[in-house]
Structures are given as structure tokens and as C-alpha cells.
């Protein structure tokens, strides 16, 4: 791949970047609440391809650097139809429960209750959730994904 196709590539990851940042500045992420960042997500998955921005996308939302950012992507992303595989939904779901930061762990629960994968059940019933009311969440979507 040539230098300038690499330069493109990564101005739309920087594009799709500020975009999100953005809508997130204007209008906080609310449960129950379509926000303008699954628009620009779906619209990035298309323009993008499937593959290039999931990988974009996986990337934003295991970013410890930004937690808040990396959460509200998460969450959008969770009420996207985002083309990636089950086996990727419950890899992303791992690595977020992985995270430090409990808003991430707790967007990857509320990402594994969305998407309602049965896949979900081993990663979240193998998690130690430490807070006591998101452990009660996990508990919660574990009972509702069992059924």
C-alpha cells in the first residue's frame, strides 16, 4: 500500500474521530435515547467498508486513554447494526470488561444486553465485576440472556 492511500485511510479515521467527539460534546449518550453518533457510525460502515471501520471503531471503544469517549462509542455502536461477527461482538464485550474504567465495563455489559448474543454468557458470567451496583447489573443481563 503507498504512502498516500495509508495518509487517506487515516484522515477518515481522524474524520470519523471528530465526528463522534463531537456529537458527544453536543448531546450526551442517554439509555433509551437514539443520538446522533449511531447515524454517523452506520454512515462510516458503509463509506468506510465494513472491515476497515469496525477495526476504526473496536479501536475507539477499548481506548483507555478516553474513557468517556470510548464508552459513548460502545453504547452507540451497541444500537448499530454494525456488521461484525458474533465471535467479534463477544471479543469486543471481553476486552471492555477487561478495561479499568467502570463506565467501559459498563458499556460492555449494556453492548452485551443490546446485541443479546447467547455467545455473551460465558464472557459475562467469567467476569469479577468489583462495583457492587454494576455487579448487580451483570447479574440482571446473565438472568435476561439465560432465558
Known amino acids: 500500500m503507498d504512502f498516500a492511500i ?4 487515516d484522515k477518515r ?3 470519523l474521530a471528530a465526528e463522534l467527539w463531537a456529537s458527544f460534546g453536543d448531546l450526551p449518550v442517554e439509555d433509551g435515547v437514539g443520538h446522533p453518533a449511531e447515524r454517523i457510525i452506520a454512515k462510516a460502515l458503509v463509506q468506510a467498508g465494513d472491515k476497515r471501520a469496525i477495526r476504526w471503531l473496536r479501536d475507539f471503544c477499548v481506548d ?3 474513557p468517556g469517549f ?4 460502545l453504547r452507540c455502536l451497541s444500537r448499530v447494526d454494525c456488521g461484525g461477527s458474533v465471535s467479534w461482538r463477544v471479543d469486543l464485550v471481553r476486552d471492555g470488561l477487561a478495561m479499568d474504567s467502570v463506565e467501559i465495563r459498563d458499556a460492555a ?3 452485551a444486553e443490546s446485541w ?3 455467545e455473551m454468557l460465558e464472557v459475562l ?10 455487579r448487580q447489573y451483570l447479574y440482571d443481563v446473565i438472568d435476561d440472556l439465560s432465558e
Do not use: C, Y
Not at 125 to 134: Q, V
Open 64 to 66: 483507555a486513554s478516553n
Open 13 to 15: 479515521r481522524d474524520r
Open 70 to 73: 470510548a464508552a459513548s462509542v
Open 109 to 111: 455489559i449494556q453492548a
Open 125 to 134: 458470567r467469567a467476569h469479577s465485576e468489583p462495583e457492587p451496583w454494576l
Open 116 to 118: 443479546g448474543d447467547s
Open 6 to 9: 495509508l495518509q487517506t485511510v
